[in-house]
């Protein structure tokens, strides 16, 4: 991750803000308060998802999160968050694991399944991220389903593994072919020595 990219989500998260303030100003200019309360809760339930990712003890891995958002409005997904855990005493190094999150969420909106895509933005392709503590191990669980030739990023998903390793963590992977869903598991050790 280069701090490039992290400012471009600053920049577009502020483009955002102001955008959000100009719906609901326009709103209330047209007397449609009730419109404009609806519009204020969905845009609060949205920061308050993305809240979850941003206190996570590991800031690295929080932005690579914020810029998996980014990511995902370029082609019309969504992510969605089950936090369980704020991943504290997650001994990999914060610079590796977020960039191995990074490096995964980009393969992944690469091989995103958009085959039954509508207008909904309800209904558009998600990417699941459950975030917990399993024994020894933080754990960042991606779900998705994968477009055909999704083999293609079997060798950057090596790479990554080969990283994490260093450090006593792991890139699992699996693929129900029957319905296309791709899981992705990042194990990051929590008690891991380096000499």
Not at 19 to 33: A, E, F, M, W
Not at 169 to 176: E, I, K, P, T
Request: glycine fraction near 6%; aromatic fraction near 6%.
């Amino acid at each position: 991750m280069k701090a490039e990219e992290i400012l471009k989500v600053v920049s577009v998260m502020r483009h955002d803000f102001l955008n959000h303030l100009q719906v609901i100003s326009g709103y209330l200019q047209l007397d449609k308060k009730e419109r404009a309360g609806e519009y204020i809760r969905e845009v609060t339930w949205n920061l308050q998802r993305l809240s979850e990712v941003v206190h996570l003890k590991v800031p690295e891995i929080a932005a690579a999160f914020l810029l998996g958002e980014e990511m995902a409005a370029g082609v019309e997904a969504r992510m969605q968050y089950n936090v369980q855990s704020d991943l504290n005493g997650c001994s990999v190094p914060g610079t590796v694991a977020g960039q191995a999150v990074y490096e995964c969420l980009d393969q992944i909106f690469r091989f995103l399944d958009h085959e039954n895509d509508n207008e909904s933005m309800e209904n558009s392709p998600r990417v699941m991220i459950d975030i917990c503590d399993k024994g020894e191990n933080c754990v960042c669980t991606l779900s998705f389903k994968a477009a055909p030739g999704y083999e293609a990023m079997n060798a950057a998903l090596d790479t990554i593994n080969e990283q994490l390793s260093k450090y006593g963590g792991q890139l699992n992977r699996a693929m129900d072919k029957e319905s296309g869903m791709c899981t992705l598991e990042i194990l990051l050790s929590k008690n891991f020595l380096t000499l």
